[in-house]
């Protein structure tokens, strides 16, 4: 053992659990905020006025405060309105869909709107309906162009799970504070923590880039 991480004798499994949870929280916060950032950037670029003004009210609401009060809301004020309880796993996990999503809804919007517009006019000479052009032509297009930009949100979101120690969620922060009282040893611990958080970021960004370059379309997005 490396002189100074004797700790990780005892503790690796217990960091290890706030990893994994740390990799599902993530996990669970890009897939949710993808599906309703979808909605959101569809509503907000083919919806009506009063729907634009929703979006836009949401997305300005999420990306306009801070993430540790959304978590204290979600999982404090919001149980205290309805009466609902819920584990701080659960009302983790909401805030964070809805924070990412108000997020992923800029850069989907954005894709969306970069796809070639003649594309559009030929699939409706040919007599396509709106929902075939989205689905068949637009869409299939979006989610491509999209990849470079939504690569940050996986980072943004990767670290912001951090903030879920707040409400007792027990990732891998919260487990790296633990450890770090409990071994009296915190610049070995969060040195140890640091290089975990990168390692895994790193190797998302790069498996997202391999992704990337397979399904790019040639003149469309730019690269990573």
């Known amino acids: 053992m490396i002189p100074g991480l004797e700790f990780l004798e005892e503790w690796y499994s217990f960091i290890l659990r706030g990893f994994l949870i740390t990799v599902e929280m993530t996990s669970i916060g890009l897939a949710g905020g993808f599906v309703l950032g979808s909605l959101l950037a569809l509503g907000d670029v083919y919806g009506g006025r009063l729907v634009r003004v929703i979006v836009n009210s949401y997305v300005e609401f999420f990306r306009g405060s801070p993430l540790i009060i959304q978590l204290l809301f979600f999982y404090y004020g919001v149980p205290a309105i309805t009466g609902v309880k819920w584990s701080a796993y659960t009302a983790g996990a909401i805030t964070l869909i809805l924070n990412s999503g108000a997020y992923q809804k ?66 891998l922060t919260s ?25 895994w970021l790193y190797s998302s960004l ?6 990337y370059k397979k399904v790019r379309i040639p003149g469309l997005g730019e690269e990573i």
């Open 175 to 199: 487990a790296a504070m633990t450890v770090s009282a409990l071994t009296f040893k915190p610049l070995e611990v969060y040195t140890v923590i640091a290089i975990l958080y990168f390692t």
């Open 106 to 171: 800029g850069y989907i919007k954005g894709a969306i709107e970069g796809v070639p517009k003649d594309q559009i006019v030929a699939a409706q000479a040919l007599g396509l309906t709106n929902w075939q052009i989205l689905r068949h032509i637009v869409l299939p297009q979006a989610y491509r162009i999209v990849i470079p930009a939504w690569t940050n949100e996986l980072v943004a979101l990767g670290k912001s799970t951090s903030a879920l120690l707040i409400i007792g969620v027990g990732e």
């Open 206 to 211: 790069k498996i997202t880039e391999l992704v």
